[in-house]
């Protein structure tokens, strides 16, 4: 039995191998069953799901400097401060990097009274369809608290701007402590006024 992983979009991912031109053995993730299933992650390595599409990865248990209570002053930062139903903090090294989903809450919650009526969001299987359409999303870059690498922990906060041709990040503040950079810039995510920080 292949070891199994459900992603965010509600696809199952099957965790296989096969062997490469020169004979090594060569681990995967696929829908299909296509190689020899694999039972458990090989050590070493962990499950991956990519913020932008879902795609479920195996890859090399990633060295970082981020502590796992940073990554919840995030989350909790969005739950708390921001109009966003759904996002996600992925970690990257020394980043903690906060995708959303390409359309704002609002376009939907509209598209939703549009297709179905006034008030279809005060229906439970409307806002469920509306939540399982906004994790299968494409999602997108938008704020990055990167890590000073100072014993302060201090961190820099920087915003994704797609308007150059490969996008880049935009420096916002810090160093600081990362809760006052969350506080200062994590309520205007899924606003208009977030295109406007600089």
């Not at 004979?23 to 829908?31: A, E, L, S, V």
């Not at 209570?69 to 401060?81: C, H, K, P, Q, T």
């Not at 938008?142 to 915003?159: I, S």
């Amino acid at each position: 039995m292949a070891y199994q992983h459900r992603n965010r979009r509600g696809d199952v991912y099957f965790l296989q191998a096969a062997k490469t031109r020169t004979g090594k053995r060569r681990y995967y993730f696929g829908r299909k069953l296509t190689g020899e299933p694999i039972e458990d992650v090989p050590a070493g390595y962990e499950v991956y799901e990519s913020p932008q599409h879902g795609q479920v990865f195996l890859r090399k248990e990633l060295l970082t400097c981020i502590a796992p209570e940073e990554r919840e002053i995030v989350a909790d930062g969005i739950s708390l401060f921001s109009e966003v139903s759904h996002f996600i903090v992925d970690i990257e090294e020394d980043c903690l990097v906060v995708y959303v989903p390409t359309m704002s809450d609002d376009k939907l919650d509209s598209l939703v009274r549009h297709l179905a009526g006034p008030d279809a969001l005060q229906i439970p299987r409307y806002r469920e369809a509306r939540d399982q359409f906004v994790r299968e999303l494409e999602h997108e870059k938008a704020l990055r608290f990167q890590f000073c690498g100072d014993q302060q922990r201090l961190f820099l906060v920087e915003r994704w701007c797609s308007r150059e041709a490969d996008g880049g990040w935009i420096y916002l503040g810090g160093p600081a402590p990362l809760a006052g950079l969350v506080d200062d810039f994590v309520e205007r995510l899924g606003k208009e006024s977030f295109h406007e920080l600089y």
